[in-house]
């Protein structure tokens, strides 16, 4: 009878799930076999929530089958249900992270066949429950929060993390420090790392530096690498604690050898600036690859920098750096490339390329990127000229605060470049540029209210000259000087005016070397004096003056100081006909005219000049120009290009163009005649 009940009891002990489970759970630690798992599967799908969380591990974890998330979450899911923590706390980590396919599989793979599936062909018998769980916040704060309230540590962490960011939940910071208080309190570093954090002030609360620093030390010291992070950032720059640079290096190093991205970069950026310690930009090089091998953006940006820095550097890898960040939406790197484009550095200079990257990079561009790129619109440097682009860019410098802009947009409004000419807008743009400090923007003003016109106030003009002269600039004091000796705006007196002069001319001012030599030149009384002038006016002209060279050329041909040189003259001449001096051009067209046996390269040379003094509206060379078209002199004869000329110079009152003009319609008047008159 004994025998008999034995055997019952023996057949119901091996139908207790408990046991069953204990048995499969032993073969399986001794190595995966099919008859365990299936005896596994079979308990978990009675129910069994321990079975179905060993399963659940299995899945994800690849043990002994193929890797499916969704496999796992599904037993975790089931087992869940019926309270089982470890598979409440697997489901809220899983949830609140964004866990991968798995490995191998395609992102086509994935994508719903013909029929429908949601996985291509025979994949779906293999994933009965599909392949993706894709992060949710809401899912993870639920299964968070059973887990935590029945003590789970990290469940508790990551439950204060969701409510110190608000992630699936109002964000909430008292009870994110509540929970990872109750996490940090069993010693989990996750929740030491939240109350660093939540006490650094980086879920917008009120920063309490020093208790931060307690936590991330406490965090850091279980090898956490974000605490060793912070803690390093800390130390650093003694924020909480104790300034130390080394200890601070020490932490950011062990941060870094857990693959850390963010510590390798400020690793970089404390051996290129120098903080705290030698600058060495071999070591800062080192770091800052390694972390943009490991994709920090920040990292890329700052390598190109430090790599245009270097004065040989050719800045083809920075501008291979930047393109990429920039092209991953990075309004820094955006805004760097642009500047590469501006200056042509790594990549062509393209300011067509510069605006689209300027535009990408939002607000990042720096005004002085804006205002390179502008004044490659207004002198058409690979773009087509375009100053109303060139105003719009200014504009937005100007925005910004860009001193510069603001000066280049009051020289635009008063010479009505891109924009509608008009002195009252310049004026008030060179104002605002003169409050913030610019000098320059003084004397223009100034220069503006000097000018004939509806601005003109020579008291006002005269007190910016002053203003800008006090600061230094010295053509300001030699049109101050100019003023005094002519009275405008400011008593007479020439012997004050003429020593100011001396004094920019000194400076090195060729304007005003120039209008010292003129003003001694002219004497007093009408008296000339140009031996007194002259070594002034040759400095200038030496310098660079037009009116000067043309003045020196005058002094040589006239013999004015010394004998005459014509062989001087010439050459002082056509230095001022170089750079567009209309006298000088006439007088040596005039010189070649005169030649007694001009041959076809003179006659060609004296052509070009009359032509040259006639586009800038000289009315003797407009008639020299009507000339030689219609005497064929140096050009191939072209009588109604001949007329157009002479008319050009008759209608400023040139009277042998007048003469010139009323021949030829003679001559038109009686060749019409005889034709009439021809049998």
């Not at 509540?178 to 009120?206: C, I, K, M, N, V």
């Not at 990549?347 to 502008?374: C, H, K, N, Q």
Request: hydrophobic share 45%; charged share 20%; with cysteine.
């Amino acid at each position: 009878m004994f025998g008999k009940l034995g055997n019952k009891f023996a057949t119901l002990v091996r139908r207790d799930p408990a046991s069953r489970l204990a048995a499969v759970l032993r073969t399986l630690d001794q190595g995966w076999s099919e008859t365990a798992f299936e005896s596994l599967l079979a308990l978990g799908k009675e129910g069994n929530p321990a079975a179905q969380y060993r399963l659940g591990r299995m899945y994800e974890e690849a043990e002994g089958v193929v890797q499916s998330i969704a496999d796992a979450v599904h037993w975790y899911r089931l087992a869940a249900a019926q309270g089982d923590l470890p598979s409440q706390e697997r489901l809220g980590l899983i949830y609140f992270i964004e866990p991968p396919a798995p490995a191998g599989l395609t992102p086509g793979a994935l994508e719903p066949d013909a029929t429908g599936s949601p996985l291509a062909g025979s994949l779906a018998q293999f994933f009965p429950h599909g392949v993706v769980i894709s992060q949710d916040f809401g899912e993870a704060l639920h299964w968070n929060r059973l887990a935590a309230e029945r003590g789970s540590a990290g469940a508790q962490a990551r439950l204060g993390h969701q409510l110190a960011l608000g992630l699936g939940t109002a964000s909430d910071a008292a009870e994110a420090e509540r929970w990872f208080a109750a996490a940090a309190e069993q010693f989990h570093p996750e929740g030491a790392l939240g109350l660093g954090l939540l006490y650094a002030g980086s879920y917008d609360t009120a920063p309490d530096l020093t208790r931060a620093a307690h936590w991330l030390g406490l965090a850091a010291g279980n090898e956490h690498k974000i605490a060793q992070y912070g803690l390093g950032k800390l130390l650093l720059h003694g924020e909480g604690i104790d300034r130390d640079v080394a200890a601070a290096i020490a932490q950011l190093e062990r941060s870094a050898a857990q693959d850390y991205a963010p510590a390798m970069y400020l690793l970089g950026m404390i051996y290129w600036r120098g903080e705290g310690v030698a600058p060495d930009t071999g070591f800062a090089e080192t770091w800052l690859r390694r972390a943009v091998i490991r994709g920090h953006g920040e990292a890329a940006c700052a390598l190109a920098q430090m790599l245009l820095e270097r004065p040989d550097d050719d800045g083809v890898e920075a501008a291979t750096l930047l393109r990429e960040r920039a092209e991953a939406g990075n309004p820094r790197a955006a805004a760097a490339l642009a500047e590469l484009y501006v200056y042509g550095r790594g990549v062509p200079r393209d300011a067509g390329e510069a605006a689209r990257w300027r535009a990408v990079s939002a607000t990042e561009a720096s005004p002085e990127t804006l205002i390179m790129l502008a004044s490659l619109h207004a002198e058409g440097i690979s773009v087509d000229q375009d100053y109303v682009a060139a105003a719009e860019l200014l504009h937005e410098a100007a925005a910004r605060g860009s001193v510069d802009a603001l000066y280049n947009l009051g020289s635009l409004y008063r010479y009505g470049k891109g924009v509608s000419p008009n002195a009252f807008t310049a004026a008030q743009f060179y104002r605002e540029a003169a409050k913030r400090g610019s000098t320059e923007a003084v004397f223009q003003l100034g220069l503006l209210l000097a000018d004939d016109g509806e601005m003109q106030k020579h008291e006002a003009a005269a007190a910016c000259f002053a203003q800008a002269a006090e600061a230094g600039h010295s053509r300001a004091l030699a049109n101050l000087a100019l003023l005094t000796v002519e009275g405008s705006g400011v008593p007479q007196d020439r012997e004050r005016g003429l020593a100011l002069l001396e004094t920019a001319a000194r400076a090195g001012e060729v304007g005003a070397q120039a209008a010292l030599g003129f003003q001694l030149a002219a004497g007093t009384d009408g008296v000339a004096d140009y031996a007194a002038g002259r070594p002034w006016i040759e400095q200038a002209a030496l310098g660079g003056d037009a009116d000067a060279q043309a003045w020196m050329g005058d002094c040589s041909r006239l013999g004015l100081v010394e004998p005459a040189d014509f062989a001087a003259a010439e050459t002082w001449y056509r230095r001022a006909a170089a750079q567009g001096h209309v006298g000088s051009i006439v007088l040596l067209a005039t010189a070649i005219d005169a030649m007694e046996a001009p041959t076809i390269e003179t006659r060609a040379e004296a052509f070009g000049l009359w032509l040259a003094a006639a586009s800038a509206g000289d009315a003797l060379a407009q008639c020299a120009v009507g000339r030689c078209y219609r005497d064929g002199l140096g050009v191939e004869a072209d009588l109604e290009t001949a007329i157009r000329w002479l008319r050009a110079a008759a209608a400023q009152g040139d009277a042998e163009a007048i003469t010139a003009l009323e021949v030829l319609d003679g001559q038109a008047a009686q060749a019409e005649h005889a034709e009439h008159a021809a049998p």
